[in-house]
C-alpha cells in the first residue's frame, strides 16, 4: 500500500528556512514533489523532481526553494529558504508512478511579516 508521510512544516518569521520531508512507501516513484494551497487559492505546482534528478520549479520559488530527493530512502525534500509570507500555504508531497499519482496529507507552513 502506497503511503506518503510528511514532516517539517511549521510557523516561522519573514526571511527564514523550512525544510519539508516527504517519505514514501510501496513503490519508486518516477516523479516526487511539491504542490501547495494558499489560503482561499487552488493548489499548484510549487516543485517536483524526477528519478533522474531533473527539477521543475514554480516562478515564484526558484532560487529560493531547492527540492532533492534520495531514492534510496524513497524520500523527497524541500529546502525552503529566505520565506515569505506569500509562502503561507498547506504544502501536499506528491508522487506519481505511471498514470497514478498520489498525495500526502499536507502540512501547514505559515510564514509571518
Known amino acids: 500500500q502506497v503511503q506518503l508521510v510528511e514532516s517539517g512544516g511549521g510557523l516561522v518569521q519573514a526571511g527564514g528556512s523550512l525544510r519539508l520531508s516527504c517519505a514514501a512507501s510501496g513503490i519508486i516513484f518516477s516523479v516526487m514533489g511539491w504542490y501547495r494551497q494558499p489560503p482561499g487559492k487552488q493548489r499548484e505546482l510549487a516543485a517536483v523532481i524526477g528519478i533522474g534528478g531533473n527539477t521543475n520549479y514554480a516562478n515564484s520559488v526558484k532560487g529560493r526553494f531547492t527540492i532533492s530527493r534520495d531514492n534510496g530512502k524513497n524520500t523527497v525534500y524541500l529546502q525552503m529558504n529566505t520565506l515569505k509570507p506569500d509562502d503561507t500555504a498547506v504544502y501536499y508531497c506528491?508522487?506519481?508512478?505511471?498514470?497514478?499519482?498520489?498525495w500526502g496529507q499536507g502540512t501547514q507552513v505559515t510564514v509571518s511579516s
Open positions: 506528491y508522487a506519481a508512478y505511471g498514470v497514478n499519482t498520489y
